[in-house]
């Protein structure tokens, strides 16, 4: 998931998902607080998109007429930030601040610092009188924690505590993946795979250890989801090592209902793809949830150590990622 808030910048982590677009990758926009959101600084912007590459070819991979890749340009970004506008204002219930208002792109501070990884489309219907030109049908934010720390820090720590647990894993490098939607036509298990192929490239790149973000129920009655809140408190809790508490003045409590009283089936039902899809990749999650009234979402916090993620998921994109190796 970015925009405007009262107050002081935010900090960081994955925002991992509107999963009203199953099975697709839909995060809630980050928002940063403060007015002085900028159009992407050109010197800044290149300096950031000259150092994601540090080594890595910015193409990583293909799938049919699909290309996954990193973007290398601030042009490349404004793409991204405008397919984000046209999912997060235009299907979701976000609201824009003045500056993606008149802009008609979703932007922030972050993404001048942050990676971008796009998924384009070479076969896309050509405008009439344009020149032809992949379409970007994707998108996902990727920071990673040295960036992070030289700059706003991660946004997420504006509703859940991570300090002590990245100070408690100090030789460990996390990731921040966020801002990630997904154009309608394009929401299937190809972009998907692309979306993950991507990722995957990038972690073993960079070394990455652990990923970390938040994932959205639609809604901001958590009595309502008190079925999918509790079965994510009673059987999907990150063990203590892992453990993070959302900040105290926006926990909501996860367990509604009693382990006893949930029904695990009926509870995967209502959970959101993508989180099901986060429990399949091995992933945990958080004590709390936070409302994001904004968004119109209730967040839980994802937590994915590399090192705890399914075999069989690391088998399919290969332990060199070379499933869709370009």
């Known amino acids: 998931m970015t925009m405007s808030r009262p107050g002081a910048p935010k900090r960081s982590i994955i925002r991992f998902a509107s999963e ?11 928002q940063l607080g403060g007015g002085a959101v900028k159009l992407i600084p050109g010197m800044k912007a290149r300096a950031a998109l000259a150092e994601a590459r540090r080594g890595l070819d910015p193409v990583l991979g293909r799938l049919g007429s699909r290309e996954v890749r990193l973007a290398t340009t601030p042009k490349d970004i404004r793409r991204a930030q405008r397919l984000r506008y046209r999912v997060f ?33 070479h076969a896309a219907r050509r405008k009439p009188f344009r020149k032809p030109k992949p379409q970007v ?30 100070d408690a894993n100090p030789d460990l ?39 970390i973000g938040c994932a959205s129920l639609e809604g901001t009655d958590p009595d309502k989801l008190a079925l999918p809140l509790s079965f994510l408190h009673h059987y999907a809790r990150a063990p203590e090592r892992w453990r993070v508490e959302a900040v105290g003045e926006r926990f909501v409590a ?9 029904d695990p089936k009926a ?9 099901k899809g986060y429990l399949r990749l091995g992933a945990s999650f958080g ?6 009234r904004q968004f119109g979402t209730t967040d839980v916090l994802v937590i994915l150590p590399v090192s705890a993620i399914n075999r069989r998921y690391i088998e399919h994109f290969g332990s060199s990622a070379d499933r869709h190796a370009a």
């Open 287 to 292: 004590d709390g949830a936070v409302i994001d």
């Open 254 to 262: 996860m367990d509604r209902l009693s382990k006893e009283a949930v």
């Open 20 to 30: 009203r677009f199953a099975p697709s990758f839909a995060l809630n926009p980050l």
């Open 173 to 211: 490098h996390f990731l921040e993946l966020g801002r990630s939607c997904v154009l309608a036509p394009y929401r299937n298990k190809r972009t998907v795979e692309l979306l993950w192929h991507g990722i995957w490239t990038y972690v073993l790149h960079h070394r990455i250890d652990v990923m």
């Open 89 to 121: 204002y235009g299907e979701m219930s976000a609201v824009p601040n003045a500056t993606s208002l008149l802009s008609r792109r979703d932007l922030d501070d972050y993404d001048a610092i942050c990676d971008h990884l796009l998924v384009l489309d």
């Open 137 to 166: 049908v994707g998108t996902y934010r990727l920071l990673r924690q040295e960036v992070a720390d030289r700059h706003f820090g991660f946004y997420t720590a504006g509703e859940y505590d991570i300090g002590p647990l990245l």
């Open 267 to 275: 509870a995967l039902r209502e959970l959101p793809p993508l989180v």
